[in-house]
């Protein structure tokens, strides 16, 4: 399946690109997930409740098992809430192990991109936090509409 040269949709991904039971995509999924959430420095109570329901439903998770996720996204929200650095880090090393798998690398991106938009819109931190996972992943950005999204909010 050639990415480049066309943008695939989800429902086909979804199929050809998630392994279901597959350790690094959930961790992935799951850092991508929380890098956005935290990406303006911090995530209130209302946002963690908001997110761990847009987590919820996300359709990949229903391959990788929808409690252990909400559970790995918890535990990496308290990480960059004890130490941002630490908990970039290590959401960034988990991203980091898509690189080269065009199929599950633009469905992370997909879903990253669906929690920035739970509270609304894209702003500047969850927009910047986005295409920082396209570089990690080697991705272009513009294949996500995130430049139209620069306005929104």
Known sequence: MNLSSRRPTSASLMTEAWTPGDSLQLDALVAACALVAHAD??????????????????PALGLFGVDEAVQAFEALIGRFDKDPDDGEAVAEAAILRLRGR?????????????IAAADGGFDAEERAAILRICHLLDLEADAFDLMAARGRR
């Open 102 to 114: 065009a199929g599950p690398a633009h469905l992370l991106v997909a879903a990253a991109c669906s």
């Open 41 to 58: 420095g911090w995530v209130t109570a209302e946002e963690r409740r908001r997110l761990v329901a847009r987590v919820q439903g996300l």
